[in-house]
């Protein structure tokens, strides 16, 4: 059985993400999405709301686990005896990042895992969890870039509606 990790803040999940998501979940059998517990950032959503949003927004898809994880992405995926990790790029202000990303997970890992990269579909190109949080702080209209479930969430964390 082929399985990845797609790992991610997901704070929150965004229409970008879920594209990602449904595509990579075609290609393997089965996909985990791993949020990460980051002790260092304060998010928008915490570790259990994320996840909570992520199962609510994939459960029409059966060949998906969402988990949590703190650490490195590495000993992670050693854990889980996973070694590939799914990956988006949506321009190529996010090339640099990803490959220092990948090769460093790669060199970690002694080469046991790979990271393989989806290109984002165009229409959720400009798409970022930053730029839905920040639209919608201002009461503006997310409708485009999250689930309505979601759009409300977040609204009912800026005490919007
Ligand atoms: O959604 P994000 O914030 O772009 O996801 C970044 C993520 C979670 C993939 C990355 O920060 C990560 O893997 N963090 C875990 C710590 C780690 O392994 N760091 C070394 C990677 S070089």
Do not use: W
């Amino acid at each position: 059985m082929k399985t990845a990790i797609y790992p991610g803040s997901f704070d929150p999940v965004t229409y970008g993400h879920l594209d990602i998501i449904r595509r990579a979940a075609d290609i393997f059998d089965e996909l985990i999405i791993s949020v990460l517990n980051n002790v260092r950032k304060t998010p928008l959503f915490s570790v259990e709301e994320r996840v909570k949003i992520l199962e609510d927004a994939t459960k029409d898809m059966p060949n998906i686990r969402i988990e949590s994880f703190s650490g490195l992405l590495v000993d992670y995926a050693r854990e889980k005896d996973v070694h590939v990790i799914v990956r988006g790029l949506r321009a190529i202000t996010d090339f640099e990042y990803e490959l220092q990303n990948a090769q460093t997970n790669r060199l970690l890992s002694g080469e046991e895992l790979d990271t393989m990269f989806f290109t984002t579909s165009l229409q959720y190109s400009y798409l970022s969890s930053t730029t839905v949080k920040e639209i919608a702080s201002y009461g503006g209209d997310v409708s485009g870039c999250v689930p309505e479930f979601v759009a409300e969430l977040i609204y009912g964390k800026f005490g919007i509606r």
